[in-house]
């Protein structure tokens, strides 16, 4: 681990005053974890050291970047050590070529940088600063740790090692960490290429466990509550490995356009595929393999779908297609996978639903139902659903009811496109054996029983006002043809009001 450097090593130098220690300390911790060495005080001295000639060789000699802290603490002072510092660094920064990257002013509070000469015309408040406090920390102490990375000689440095050193240095959780990094670098031409080597590096996290053989291997064995238990763990860390993926795929699906969001398009292909591979394994281990892929799915289209992008909707869900063991020709992901796919049994699901709803872990919430405190969930796969992405639409709807309301229609959204995609397989191949309806059925069908609307009818109604000219026929969706969208929406209406009268 990276710690304070002497004054002859290569070094990050941090100016600062003392009343902005804890801001450092923070500071420091981000770059021990990012292993950059860093000289940051007075104190390093020994004793009978002349400070003046250390610093300025720490200065000089050693150090690659020059941080420069502010808060109202260092403004209200009229003489500082810092001060000392500043003008020992900017001396050296005159001697440097423009534009090179050195000293990099750091902001703990809202206030300015002080309008330090610098020379040449240039003033140290016209330099790009680092905004280390308030809501974008986290994201702003990533982008500092790669723009250091790149200054002390790693020839591409990495984002996903930049942010798993503030997560390590901040505890922040990394689900809400790529949120904040995809907000700021989505819309950013320059960091474009940044952003997708961070979704890649979250693909691959996820891919990894859903390749690793002996995740499936077993054992598998003990009771029926244990083996339920243990399936449900495993759905449980599936989540805890996709979330910081399908957190960054909700902000790219609402603000992104169908040319940026290739990388988490590619992310979804790819989870649906490792699930659908052959392999040995304990079955149902083997089935829950199917959760990030059919998460992400239900992260996108309710994103995407409540922000009326539906070319987003296309890219992300419809187009996506991967071989099938039992097909010649690739399949939409919506027809290879579903909310039911995950769960061998109703029990796992339940106990699922209840740990999360509750807040309790797998084993205390399966008893619940096996000493019944508790009755069933009518969609217990839709509950747990419901629950577990909720924090990842905070920010897009506080109030519950609006959430509620977006849910149920992006469970029906979801459901008619996948009718639509049976449709389309059946009339290519009249003679074969496919699934007569949809399989992307929840929560919608009780609460359209406890009165709480009709998605589907608000969805025909949609498209009887607005006929070819409907948004989603616009972006191409059920093949632009309103014959196709009424046919998938009539085929999963009925199917709908069949299943809603069972949740009486």
């Not at 005080?41 to 300025?56: E, F, H, T």
């Not at 090692?161 to 240095?169: C, S």
């Not at 199917?290 to 995407?304: D, F, K, R």
Request: charged share 25%; hydrophobic share 40%.
């Amino acid at each position: 681990m990276a710690t304070m450097a002497d004054a002859d090593g290569k070094h990050v130098f941090i100016s600062y005053v003392r009343e902005d220690s804890e801001g450092v300390d923070a500071l420091c911790a981000v770059l021990e974890a990012a292993q950059i060495p860093y000289w940051r005080d007075r104190s390093a001295l020994g004793p009978g050291d002349a400070w003046k000639v250390k610093i300025r060789e720490a200065i000089r000699k050693g150090a690659l970047v020059f941080l420069a802290c502010f808060s109202d603490s260092s403004r209200g002072k009229d003489r500082s050590y810092m001060n000392e510092e500043l003008t020992l660094a900017a001396e050296e920064f005159r001697m440097m070529p423009p534009g090179r990257t050195w000293l990099i002013p750091i902001r703990f509070d809202d206030g300015d940088v002080p309008p330090w000469d610098l020379g040449a015309g240039r003033m140290l408040s016209d330099l790009n600063y680092s905004d280390l406090f308030g809501p974008t920390y986290t994201a702003n102490a990533t982008r500092l740790v790669t723009t250091i990375l790149r200054l002390t000689g790693e020839k591409r440095p990495d984002s996903a090692t930049a942010l798993a050193a503030v997560e390590q240095a901040t505890h922040a959780g990394r689900a809400d960490l790529l949120k904040r990094l995809t907000k700021e670098m989505l819309l950013d031409p320059a960091r474009r290429i940044e952003l997708d080597d961070l979704v890649s590096h979250e693909v691959q996290r996820v891919m990894a466990a859903l390749s690793d053989a002996d995740r499936v291997a077993g054992p598998f064995g003990g009771s029926n509550d244990e083996r339920v238990v243990q399936v449900a763990q495993e759905a449980q860390d599936l989540w805890s490995l996709a979330q910081p993926f399908c957190a960054s795929l909700q902000v790219a699906a609402r603000w992104g356009t169908a040319d940026l969001i290739a990388p988490w398009a590619n992310g979804l292909r790819s989870f649906v595929a490792a699930a659908n591979k052959i392999q040995s394994g304990v079955q149902p281990l083997l089935e829950v393999r199917h959760l990030p892929g059919m998460v992400g799915i239900v992260t996108a289209t309710l994103a995407a779908a409540s922000s009326r992008k539906w070319d987003n909707v296309k890219t992300l869900v419809v187009d996506p297609t991967v071989r099938d063991r039992y097909e010649q020709k690739p399949l939409p992901i919506l027809d290879v996978t579903d909310p039911y796919k995950p769960f061998a049994t109703d029990e796992v699901s339940n106990t699922l639903a209840r740990a999360a709803i509750s807040g309790r872990d797998p084993e205390d919430a399966l008893k619940d139902f096996t000493e019944r405190r508790h009755g069933k969930y009518h969609t217990p796969v839709a509950e747990w659903l419901h629950h577990i992405v909720r924090p990842l639409f905070l920010d897009q709807w506080p109030d519950q009811d609006t959430y509620d309301a977006e849910f149920d229609r992006a469970e029906v959204i979801l459901g008619v496109l996948a009718q639509d995609v049976v449709n389309v397989r059946a009339a290519a191949d009249p003679s074969g054996h496919h699934w007569g309806r949809s399989h992307w059925y929840g929560r919608s069908t009780w609460r359209f029983s406890h009165h709480h609307g009709n998605p589907v009818e608000e969805l025909t109604l949609e498209l009887s006002t607005h006929g070819k000219q409907w948004d989603p026929l616009q972006a191409n969706l059920f093949g632009g043809d309103e014959g196709r969208a009424q046919k998938a929406l009539s085929m999963y209406g009925e199917s709908f009001l069949q299943i809603a009268r069972h949740r009486w």
